[in-house]
C-alpha cells in the first residue's frame, strides 16, 4: 500500500508545456489512493483543461477566486483548500510563479493557497534550460527550499524549444515515487524497531483442551499498525486471534502459550527500542498438560494450577535503553494500583483500563484509558476507536523516546 493512501493532495498546476503531463499525474495520485483537489492559474488553462483535469481527479478544478459574470458565484476560500490538503504539489512549476512563490505575491488563487497552505509543500520545476540554470531561478529555489519547501529536480532531455538540456519536469510515476520516499523518510519512528505482545494465550490442559480467555488482540494490532504507519518496523507477537494482519512493516510471530509468547519477546527484545505489553497473558496453567485426552470419570474433578511467567515484568527486570509500556485492567483502586503496577515491573508508562468503563476491555472496538507516565502522572482520555487511542498512546511515547 502506498504511503499516500488516504492522503489528500492538493496540486497546482501552472502555465508549462509539462502542463499536459499534470493529467497523469492525477491519475497516479488517485492509483495511489490519495484524493487530489486540483488549483490551476488562468494561463494554465492554455496547456490543459479544466475539464480533464475534473474528471481525472473527481473534483471541480479551482483557479480564480470568483467565476467572473456569475452573480450567484462564491468565493472561493484559499484558507480552506490550504488546510484541507496534507500535502501541496506544483507541477509543472513555472520560473514566474516560483519566483512568486519565493516572494509571498499572491495575485492568483493558487498562489494565495500556497501562502495559507500548513502542509508540506512539494515543487517541480519546468522551463527551458537557460532559465533554469539564471540565477533569479536559482534564487527561488534557494529560497523555497529555506522555507521547508521540498524541490523535484528537472531532468535532462529534449525540451519544448527544441533544445537538449536540463529543464523537463520530472516524469509524473517519477514525482510520486519522490514524494512516497520524502515521506516514509521523514517519518517519526524511521529507523525504531517496536515490540508488541497480543492477544490471549492458551494454555492446555490436554490434546484438546485449553485455558484461554476472550481477548480479541485487536488493541495490540491497531498499536501494530499505528506503529508502522509512524515508519516503524514492528514485531507483534499475537497468541490465538482471528485477526489477519498483513503490513510489510509487520513481522507477525503467532504463538500460542504464555511461555511460548516469553521466548518470543526475549528473543528480541536486547534490539528494540520500544515493547509494548498488551497480550492478556494467562497467569496460572495446569502444572501438566495430560498426553492423552482426559475421560469424564469421577462428578468432579480438579486442575492443579502453576504461575505462568509475567513476560512483562521479566523485560522490565533485563530493560535498559528500551521504553517499556504495559497494561493493566483494574476494577477498583485503578489509578494507585496501575501506578504500583508500573514501579514494580520498572516500567517506563501503564495504559490503565477500568473494568467499570462501558465500551472499555475485551471483545470491544472501542476502549477508555487513563496513561500513566513514569512519573506517576495519569492523562485520562474519552471512550474511543482502538485505532483513536492507538494514536494517543503513541503520541505520549513519541514524547518520551523522540
Ligand atoms: N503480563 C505479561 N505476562 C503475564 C501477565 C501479564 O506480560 N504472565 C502483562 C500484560 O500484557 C499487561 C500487564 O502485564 O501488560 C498486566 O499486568 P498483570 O499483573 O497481569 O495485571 P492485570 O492483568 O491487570 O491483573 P492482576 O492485577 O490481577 O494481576
Known amino acids: 500500500m502506498s504511503v499516500l493512501s488516504g492522503k489528500?493532495?492538493?496540486?497546482?498546476?501552472?502555465?508549462?508545456?509539462?502542463?499536459?503531463?499534470?493529467?497523469?499525474?492525477?491519475?497516479?495520485?488517485?492509483?495511489?489512493?490519495?484524493?487530489?483537489?486540483?488549483?490551476?492559474t488562468e494561463a494554465a488553462k492554455e496547456f490543459v483543461t479544466p475539464l480533464t483535469l475534473s474528471t481525472l481527479s473527481r473534483n471541480p478544478v479551482h483557479s480564480s477566486f470568483t467565476i467572473e459574470g456569475d452573480e450567484n458565484a462564491v468565493w472561493t476560500n484559499h484558507v480552506e483548500l490550504g488546510l484541507w490538503a496534507d500535502l501541496m504539489v506544483i507541477a509543472p512549476a513555472t520560473a514566474n510563479t516560483l519566483s512568486k512563490m519565493a516572494n509571498g505575491a499572491s495575485d492568483n488563487l493558487l498562489l494565495a493557497t500556497y501562502l495559507s497552505a500548513k502542509c508540506p509543500v512539494y515543487f517541480a520545476p519546468a522551463m527551458d534550460l537557460d532559465m533554469y540554470i539564471h540565477p533569479s531561478s536559482e534564487n527561488s529555489f534557494q529560497k523555497l527550499q529555506s522555507y521547508g519547501n521540498v524541490m523535484i529536480e528537472a531532468t535532462s532531455g529534449e525540451?519544448?524549444?527544441?533544445?537538449?538540456?536540463k529543464g523537463r519536469m520530472a516524469e509524473p510515476e517519477d514525482i510520486v515515487s519522490f514524494i512516497e520516499k520524502d515521506i516514509l523518510n521523514k517519518l517519526p519512528f524511521k529507523g525504531k524497531r517496536v515490540m508488541i505482545t497480543a492477544g490471549p494465550t492458551y494454555e492446555a490442559i490436554d490434546p484438546v483442551r485449553f485455558i484461554g480467555n476472550h481477548s480479541s488482540g485487536r488493541m495490540g494490532v491497531e498499536l501494530a499498525l499505528r506503529a508502522a504507519s509512524l515508519g516503524a518496523q514492528v514485531d507483534l507477537i499475537?497468541?490465538?486471534s482471528a485477526i489477519k494482519v498483513s503490513n510489510s512493516a509487520i513481522t507477525v510471530h503467532n504463538v500460542v502459550s504464555g511461555e511460548q509468547m516469553y521466548d518470543a519477546a526475549h528473543a528480541i527484545f536486547n534490539d528494540v527500542d520500544v515493547a509494548i505489553a498488551s497480550a492478556a497473558v494467562a497467569d496460572y496453567k495446569p502444572a501438566t498438560v495430560a498426553t492423552e485426552k482426559i475421560k469424564k470419570n469421577d462428578s468432579s474433578m480438579s486442575i492443579e494450577l502453576v504461575k505462568t511467567k509475567d513476560i512483562l515484568a521479566s523485560l522490565g527486570e533485563i530493560k535498559k535503553h528500551q521504553y517499556l509500556l504495559g497494561f493493566a485492567l483494574e476494577t477498583q483502586n485503578e489509578i494507585e494500583n496501575a501506578r504500583k503496577k508500573l514501579k514494580k515491573k520498572n516500567l517506563d508508562g501503564i495504559v490503565l483500563n477500568s473494568l467499570n468503563d462501558k465500551g472499555a476491555g475485551f471483545q470491544?472496538?472501542?476502549?477508555?484509558?487513563?496513561?500513566?507516565?513514569?512519573?506517576?502522572?495519569?492523562?485520562?482520555?474519552?471512550?474511543?476507536?482502538?485505532?483513536?487511542v492507538s494514536i494517543d498512546i503513541f503520541d505520549k511515547i513519541a514524547s518520551q523516546v523522540l
Open 238 to 240: 499475537l497468541g490465538p
Open 364 to 388: 470491544t472496538k472501542t476502549n477508555k484509558i487513563t496513561f500513566i507516565d513514569k512519573e506517576g502522572t495519569a492523562t485520562p482520555y474519552e471512550l474511543k476507536s482502538k485505532a483513536a
Open 159 to 165: 525540451l519544448a524549444s527544441g533544445l537538449v538540456g
Open 8 to 40: 489528500k493532495i492538493l496540486l497546482g498546476v501552472t502555465a508549462g508545456i509539462a502542463a499536459y503531463k499534470s493529467a497523469s499525474l492525477v491519475r497516479a495520485f488517485i492509483k495511489a489512493g490519495a484524493s487530489v483537489q486540483v488549483v490551476m
